[in-house]
């Protein structure tokens, strides 16, 4: 079976995945000048937060609600809850293996790699919440393509966290890293195939999500927080910095 794309919620999975992106840089570039390490644990998880929730997962869940398929489409909430859960983890765990200790190439690939392997589990989980009278096949080679991708995305996303400073810069890659991640989730639903197996079926489960309205709600939810996080992150910044400008 074929599907079609929302192009309105197609662009909106986009900007979700920018802001999410653009908060966890700029709370990322921080994590040098932390001085304790509560400073650094909280930049760490708010960081895997911004970037896992906002940039990846909801990226992913909105776009897959964008996909109107020939068919009811529900989603098993908590695995659609786990899969979340691995988005951050990963996020928040590869900002610490980059960001924390000396700076070197080695741990910005192990820290890439450890975000982008997240990445792509979080996406391959979030079909499995799929619930619908079809199964899934997978393009084995098209699933290693959007593995690779989520791993240089996420090996991007590191160096540019930590080697870049300021508004414009940080403006200019956010929406090259929102590009990346949604390459990743695209590239990994075309290697899906949709095999029906009972039409007349209907996949309601207890507490299952429909995607009804889903993908506005959670860009509204996610957006407005992200949005108010934004400035926020700026403005601690620069704070920081003017702080350790008098220092000197």
Same mark, same amino acid.
């Given at each position: 079976? =074929?599907?079609?794309?929302?192009?309105?919620?197609?662009?909106?999975?986009?900007? #979700?995945?920018?802001?999410?992106?653009?908060?966890?840089?700029?709370?990322?570039?921080?994590?040098?000048?932390?001085?304790?390490? &509560?400073?650094?644990?909280?930049?760490?998880?708010?960081?895997?937060?911004?970037?896992?929730?906002?940039?990846?997962? &909801? *990226?992913?869940?909105?776009?897959?609600?964008?996909?109107?398929?020939?068919?009811?489409?529900?989603? =098993?909430? $908590?695995?659609?809850?786990?899969?979340?859960?691995?988005?951050?983890?990963?996020?928040?765990?590869?900002?610490?293996?980059?960001? %924390?200790?000396?700076?070197?190439?080695?741990?910005?690939?192990?820290?890439?790699?450890?975000?982008?392997?997240?990445?792509?589990?979080?996406?391959?989980?979030?079909?499995?919440? *799929?619930?619908?009278?079809?199964?899934?096949?997978? =393009?084995?080679?098209?699933?290693?393509?959007? #593995?690779?991708?989520?791993?240089?995305?996420?090996?991007?996303?590191?160096?540019?966290?930590?080697?870049?400073?300021?508004?414009?810069?940080? %403006?200019? /890659?956010?929406? #090259?890293?929102?590009?990346?991640?949604?390459?990743?989730?695209? !590239?990994?639903?075309?290697? !899906? /195939?949709?095999?029906?197996?009972?039409?007349?079926?209907?996949?309601?489960?207890? $507490?299952?999500?429909?995607?009804?309205?889903?993908?506005?709600?959670?860009?509204?939810?996610?957006?407005?927080?992200? $949005?108010? &996080?934004?400035?926020?992150?700026? %403005?601690?910044?620069? =704070?920081?910095?003017?702080?350790?400008?008098?220092?000197?």
């Amino acid at each position: 079976m =074929d599907g079609s794309y929302n192009l309105g919620l197609v662009f909106i999975s986009y900007v #979700v995945s920018i802001l999410g992106a653009l908060t966890a840089l700029e709370l990322a570039g921080g994590l040098a000048s932390a001085r304790t390490g &509560a400073q650094r644990i909280a930049i760490i998880l708010l960081g895997g937060v911004a970037m896992g929730g906002g940039a990846i997962w &909801a *990226m992913h869940f909105i776009a897959m609600v964008a996909h109107r398929m020939p068919m009811v489409v529900t989603y =098993d909430t $908590g695995i659609t809850i786990f899969s979340a859960l691995v988005a951050i983890a990963a996020s928040a765990a590869g900002l610490a293996i980059a960001g %924390l200790g000396r700076r070197s190439m080695p741990r910005l690939v192990g820290g890439g790699l450890v975000m982008g392997l997240g990445v792509a589990a979080m996406h391959y989980i979030g079909m499995e919440a *799929m619930l619908m009278p079809a199964t899934l096949q997978y =393009d084995p080679s098209i699933v290693a393509l959007s #593995v690779v991708i989520a791993v240089v995305a996420a090996t991007a996303a590191l160096w540019i966290a930590f080697h870049l400073s300021g508004l414009w810069l940080m %403006l200019l /890659s956010a929406p #090259v890293m929102g590009a990346a991640v949604c390459g990743m989730h695209y !590239t990994g639903m075309a290697a !899906t /195939s949709y095999i029906a197996t009972d039409m007349a079926g209907t996949p309601w489960v207890l $507490g299952a999500m429909s995607g009804h309205n889903l993908g506005i709600s959670i860009f509204v939810v996610v957006g407005v927080v992200l $949005g108010a &996080a934004i400035p926020f992150c700026y %403005l601690w910044s620069h =704070d920081r910095q003017a702080q350790e400008s008098l220092q000197r």
